[in-house]
């Protein structure tokens, strides 16, 4: 069972999302609780399609998205017939967390539960208010007013037919507002970065301390005092800016040699590294322009002392118009081009210099924000005028990491690139014929500029994931995590180094316990998520493969173990006994059972061998009686006892 699919795996989530409903079902059955499966499927879509995809991820805010956005948007069904949704959705948060499926990032129960109740009140409003309808819902609630029953397809399509031929009125302008709605809500996945290791807040935070983005801010405000007078343009006055320029040692000239003549700055605006650091002053919300006034803002005074949250607040300005473009307002094209798309393509870079392992060539990435560029910004090029501003943005590009380089979020150097960053451009889609073959010139070099992020940018790359939805792991964030839901984790988003990492600082946390972990894989109630935990575990300990070796006779684990050291080559199928095959065989039917559903069990062997089989794996005495029983239903009913049982074999053989 697993919590998180690839959009493209299409069979896998279908067989996950089937095995969860009908484990979840029989669940609330034996509770003598009543659920909507239906709803079940919603809150898996719900989350299946969002920004992250994690299907047991659930805080409050996500619970008042479900239940008053997502299921009024899309669930064709009144509120009276929707009734069961609220306290569905209350069992199968409760199932996850008995089960050890739930997100270790998420609320706690009774956050959720008290989300759940809160939300139930305003369901009913939010069901029956069209404004929340999505458009196929729309359509499909208007043609059962109409007397349409939705799941008759030929009345159904008729009626849309008659639709377009004007032959039934709607609401035009809300439909309109659904449309757009829509558009602008819709959800694309994203890509899940991997676990990261970071320093200790307190040692970024000295890091920033020294920073001289932290320090000039600080400098700045000080300045600023009681109030600074502005131009009438909003610009700092000269003779101000003249005097920042020493104060805050930004590098900028104050005048330049014209050759017959020098040339004195006539506005603090000519100041390039003066003017960005004004614009991030006021973007961080440190100061303030008021009535053609500079003003501290009064409130920010927590935030410039902590520098850590200073140099935060500071980099999250960044990606905004403004950054490039600064003197009169006038530059080149390229330079415009990029400056316009800046809040797209300069986020994009800095997530995909976070998510890979090695530095970065800057070429590679100068290629993609030309293209990225060029997909944003309508414009009429003439191909031979192509090259020189290709070539003008990747300066450009370059001129924007090194003013970041100075901010201290990423570090240049140079180098032979990886190749990874090569091996890829053979067959690559997303990359265009030339762009490709310019890229294997460049990335053929023995040293190229290479880049990659500080630790204080990627603490604050990862901040912006995280406020986005974004799937962004940090290894020993999980050490206060119950052992299931953080082994899940571990399998769903970590690689075998981050893991170890992991499991070793939660294991250090908790005395160094190892029963605990093996304890949770012997009560997850699904073997292939046992299997997936038990093997990241093993992977990550030291002594894994002695662990793995002694698990091979535990009566939850033995079975699992003694696949992993068959499949690992560690053990010959010769060396088993016939216990230990008729487990084995047993723990393989389970697996499909959950991978392939009651069909794929059925479809594996003809019917008359599975009848043969059924005696023997049921009376396998494998630890998984959840399981057994969803087989023996598979099976089906086996030979039918004589109704007088032992005595009727015996009064037979005294006959003899």
Known sequence: MRTYYDQDDHEGYEAGQGLLIRRLTKWAAAQGRELDPYAVVSALQFRHTSVDGRLTHW?????????????PRTMSATADEAVLVPGTLRLFLRYLHETGLVDPMGDPPAELEAAVAAATDGFPAAMADERNFGVAKYWVMTAARKGIDPSDHEALNAFFADVREGRHSHDAELLDELVAKQITEQAERAFAQPAVSLPADAELADTAEASSIVTQLRKFVDWVGDGRALTTTGNLKLADARELVSLLDTGDVLEWDGGDKVYPVRSSADLPHLAILFELAKRTRVVRAVKGKLVRVAKAAPLVKDALALWTAAFDALPARGLLIKGSGWGPGYTELLDESLDIVLPDVLNTIYGLPEPVPVVRLAETVWLACVEHTYFDLQPSAEPVWRDGLALEFRRLLGTLAEFGAVELTTGPPDPMYS??????????????ARLR????????????????????VRGRLLRDGRVAPLVGELVDAAPAPMLGALVDHYTPETAAAEISGWLAAHGGDLSLLLDAIRESPFRTRA????????????DGGAVLRDMRTDPALGPIATNMLIDRGELDLGELDDRERLLGMTEQFLVLLEAAGPEGVSSALPSGELAGLREAILGSGHPDRVGLAELAEVFGPGPQAHPLGGLARSRKKRRR
């Open 441 to 460: 010139v460049a990335l053929d070099a023995s040293s190229v500029d290479l880049v990659t992020l500080t630790p204080l940018g990627a603490r604050a």
């Open 423 to 436: 091996s890829d451009l053979a067959e690559n889609p997303e990359l265009p014929p030339d762009v490709r």
């Open 531 to 542: 299997a997936d935990m038990f093997a990241v575990l093993v992977d990550a300990l030291p």
């Open 59 to 71: 805080t409050a805010a996500l619970v008042r998205e479900f239940l008053l956005s997502y299921v």
